[in-house]
């Protein structure tokens, strides 16, 4: 049997290894289940620039669903597949690996807390995310995992729909059997929220999405792209159990309430958010209906997008957003004495099962902060997005790190292969501590955990010295 830790490996090939006929450069992003490089071909001629994705597990089946979406979809705003093929370790074990044209490009909520864009130009990076939608699901393909964290915006303003790894095609064979596919939580449409409560006893009851759970996913991207804020969640399932228990579920509360969109954006994204699928519209009609508002809008629509001031009297709440820093809380000193006994605990509780791609599972389920019950399946974007060198925005994972190390936090050195150390303060070596880095769920983490990266942490304290002999 292959030695697990041989992902390691596909996770630091250096630069000028050859895979296949292609050259790798630089890490352009790392994932959960793949790396992706800058490449060039080998023999010269190719016209690029190209990205090269190559799977940390071996035997990746997500490789091969992922290039047989590639190969259907032919559109602009989706990368060009340009090959594909095996990558042989020098031990013999074989890895996935595909090339596709490189999009240079930043993180969709990254590009509009730079740019602070007009309603004009979210219409149309929204209007390019519905045509590459249209052009997927005309190929009979869904893309399950649309989010700001899979799209890229060129400096000319363009939208890209990135990381088709998690999507799916008529016809595909099924790679596991929970209820709910991969994806992201938070951007669950109802019917599937709905489908995992009624099925959630039922053994190999699976949910289906199709192109309207990949509409509503776009609406929740453009609710919080907007906003800064993700639409509430609107399923009380207890409600409809039983509408005499509690009152049902809250209104969505327009984009316009909390910003200053235009009234076409404001009207497209209630529209995409609509509860039932046919109410949302295909991605073709939206796309339509949102090049139709960027070209017809008045001029208030090229005013950047401004938070509107929320009166601390109106009672009125922000919801949990992925585009905003939480404020970091300092541990009680109680946490110092016993933190390395907690830290140990919660990564022996959190260490991923080793299993191999084939019996991968796709649904971990969790209830949501905000009273939804969803699953997070293979959550995690598959690979981080390759053309940005920018940080990515905030998930809202947990707490942000904080700027120097915690009160008797472990110093380096830190024990490798345990311990990671990290920099807290950028170009500031006396900030540096040790830390251990936990496969913690988004909802688990948040309470507990330090945001870094994209990744979950926690801080690593010296072992408490016990006592050598009982007490009298």
Request: charged letters at 25%; aromatic letters at 8%; one cysteine or more.
């Amino acid at each position: 049997m292959v030695d697990p830790m041989m992902q390691v490996v596909t996770g630091a090939l250096p630069p000028g290894t050859q895979v296949g006929h292609w050259r790798v450069g630089e890490v352009l992003g790392r994932g959960a289940y793949a790396t992706v490089y800058s490449t060039e071909r080998v023999e010269p001629g190719a016209a690029g620039p190209f990205a090269l994705k190559l799977a940390t597990w071996p035997q990746d089946p997500r490789f091969a669903r992922e290039v047989e979406l590639l190969s259907r979809i032919r559109h602009p705003r989706v990368p060009r597949l340009h090959d594909h093929g095996w990558w042989t370790h020098p031990s013999g074990v074989a890895f996935p690996f595909l090339v596709m044209e490189r999009i240079e490009g930043v993180p969709l909520y990254e590009w509009a807390e730079e740019r602070k864009p007009s309603s004009r130009q979210v219409l149309r990076v929204l209007a390019d995310l519905a045509w590459a939608l249209d052009a997927t699901h005309r190929a009979d393909c869904v893309h399950r995992d649309v989010k700001g964290e899979n799209v890229l915006v060129s400096a000319e303003g363009r939208a890209f729909l990135m990381d088709f790894g998690a999507g799916d095609f008529k016809g595909a064979r099924t790679l596991t059997h929970e209820l709910l596919p991969p994806g992201t939580s938070e951007y669950r449409s109802p019917q599937a929220v709905r489908f995992e409560w009624k099925h959630r006893h039922e053994p190999g009851a699976h949910y289906k999405p199709g192109p309207a759970d990949d509409v509503y996913a776009l609406g929740v991207t453009a609710y919080i792209l907007v906003t800064g804020t993700r639409p509430p969640c609107r399923v009380d399932l207890e409600w409809e159990t039983d509408p005499t228990r509690v009152p049902p579920p809250p209104l969505l509360e327009p984009p316009s309430a909390l910003a200053s969109v235009s009234p076409e954006l404001d009207a497209l994204i209630l529209r995409m958010l609509s509860d039932a699928p046919e109410a949302r519209g295909s991605a073709g009609e939206l796309a339509q209906a949102l090049e139709r508002a960027a070209n017809s809008a008045s001029l208030r629509a090229d005013a950047p997008i401004a938070a509107r001031k929320i009166e601390p009297s109106s009672g009125k709440q922000r919801a949990h957003s992925p585009r905003r820093g939480r404020v970091w809380t300092v541990l009680v000193p109680l946490a110092a004495m016993v933190g390395m006994f907690l830290a140990v605990v919660a990564w022996w509780r959190t260490l991923p099962s080793w299993q191999w791609p084939g019996a991968a599972q796709e649904g971990r389920h969790s209830d949501s902060e905000d009273g939804c019950v969803v699953a997070v399946g293979d959550a995690g974007p598959l690979v981080a997005n390759i053309s940005s060198s920018h940080r990515a925005p905030s998930m809202g994972l947990g707490l942000d790190m904080p700027k120097k190390p915690l009160p008797d936090q472990q110093l380096p050195p830190c024990q490798e292969g345990f311990e990671v150390e990290i920099e807290l303060t950028a170009g500031q070596k006396d900030t540096r501590s040790c830390w251990i880095k936990v496969d913690a769920r988004a909802d688990k983490c948040k309470t507990k955990g330090y945001e870094y990266k994209g990744g979950c942490y926690l801080p690593m304290y010296p072992p408490v010295k016990l006592p050598q002999s009982a007490q009298p």
